[in-house]
């Protein structure tokens, strides 16, 4: 996780600022071994970073930090045209060099759904909606899924669900569903479809999770894991599903605003949520925050993992990633991974108050590894830690730092 991280924004992010706001955070040159990917070389590889003085004992490649728009690369994917299952897709942790954790950006239609109802039986996942309004089918029953939400399902429980965008249900039209979604990456995974025989039956017997070995479950609701008003379907009569239950739903789903509570202090400050623990996902393998940074704060000091991955996505506002001494300027749809044992240190910055103006907001969701008993940081321009922090990573990788301190100009106090 991003060390030293306070703990969210009590307003939420609205994933669909203008693309002009977005090009203005892309003009700054920098040294930093950073990349900012584009449609036209997603085809190609990463370059190998060729400033780093010291010799990491992980074996691990060493990549230039890559980051991306996710609202610029996500594409159509041609083999869901047509179908329930059709949006616009950004496969988001292969691109920015993730290994153990995978990352996708989605853009729904309205008449869509994201998937066959299924259930994982070896990874924990996790889905944040950054906009728009649809509905979590869980087990047969379904519930609001509105900006602000996540949900989590831990490996193993046989909870079936899919998130659909039923916002054209009464009229016919509705709006976009804009989600991210998250989840662990284990070998030999396998699936429950608990009411779709035609996609059981795609799956080779070492992708399918027996029935018999699912954990029991309450006898499934009523719905039908569909969209009342299908994306390409003929005729314009809505399908009369049973509406999303009234009340409190699930402990699994909460809203990231209304669960917010602050934490840190100084330039160290924010308004955060942890969504995994908040949903109940304490024991997967990574960690989900939503923090919202006020004018004049940052992320944490500037540091570098040896072991945990970690990933970033700019839900709100503009500010600067510090990399190893230089500010690359992001905002909204700006994504970025941090693959483990590269030795290049980051931290992300509010500089909005910079020139006296009040400033906003900057609303981050991280994503980190949770394996802190193996995992080591190091922290390069703050090395008197070195003797106070037990986990120092002594045999960090070296860079070459830029000038910038990884401090806000104006320091909130």
């Known amino acids: 996780m991003l060390t030293d991280e306070p703990a969210l924004a009590d307003a939420p992010p609205t994933g669909t600022e203008t693309a002009s706001a977005r090009e203005a955070t892309r003009t700054t040159a920098v040294q930093a071994p950073v990349r900012r990917l584009t449609l036209d070389d997603l085809a190609s590889t990463h370059p190998t970073v060729s400033n780093v003085t010291g010799v990491s004992q992980h074996k691990q490649r060493i990549h230039p930090t890559v980051i991306l728009d996710a609202f610029e690369l996500a594409t159509v994917q041609e083999s869901r045209v047509g179908t329930m299952r059709e949006g616009i897709v950004c496969k988001v942790g292969q691109l920015v060099a993730l290994e153990r954790l995978g990352v996708r950006f989605e853009r729904m239609a309205p008449g869509t759904r994201t998937s066959y109802p299924h259930a994982h039986r070896s990874e924990s996942e996790l889905v944040f909606c950054i906009s728009g309004s649809g509905i979590l089918w869980q087990n047969g029953y379904t519930y609001q899924f509105n900006t602000g939400d996540a949900v989590s399902w831990k490996s193993g429980t046989g909870i079936a669900h899919t998130i659909i965008n039923d916002s054209n249900r009464d009229d016919g039209t509705g709006e976009e569903l804009v989600l991210l979604s998250v989840s662990e990456k ?45 994306r390409g379907a003929v005729g314009d009569k809505s399908a009369n599903y049973p509406p ?37 996902l304490q024991e997967a393998s990574f960690g989900c925050h939503l923090d919202a940074f006020p004018p004049g704060t940052r992320s944490s000091s500037p540091h570098a993992h040896s072991e945990e991955e970690e990933f970033v996505f700019v839900l709100r506002g503009t500010g600067h990633m510090w990399l190893n001494g230089d500010l690359i300027p992001v905002g909204p749809g700006d994504c970025v991974g941090f693959p483990r044992g590269t030795g290049i240190a980051h931290n992300f910055i509010n ?63």
């Open 351 to 413: 500089d909005s108050n910079a020139t006296g103006e009040a400033g906003h907001d900057l609303v981050l969701f991280i994503m980190g590894e949770n394996l802190r008993s193996v995992d080591k940081v190091v922290y390069p321009v703050n090395p008197e830690r070195k003797t106070s922090f037990s986990r120092w990573w002594h045999d960090a990788p070296e860079h070459k730092l830029g000038s910038h301190n990884g401090c806000p100009k104006v320091p909130r106090t």
């Open 244 to 280: 999303p239950e009234d009340g409190s739903r699930p402990s699994n789903i909460v809203n990231a605003f209304t669960s917010a509570s602050e934490g840190g202090h100084g330039d160290m400050f924010a308004r955060g949520c942890c969504l995994t623990a908040s949903t109940g």
């Open 186 to 230: 284990k070998a030999n995974e396998s699936w429950h479809y608990p009411i779709s025989p035609e996609r059981r039956a795609q799956l080779t017997p070492e992708q399918t999770w027996k029935a018999e070995e699912v954990p029991p479950q309450e006898e499934l609701g009523s719905h039908p894991g569909l969209p009342c008003r299908p």
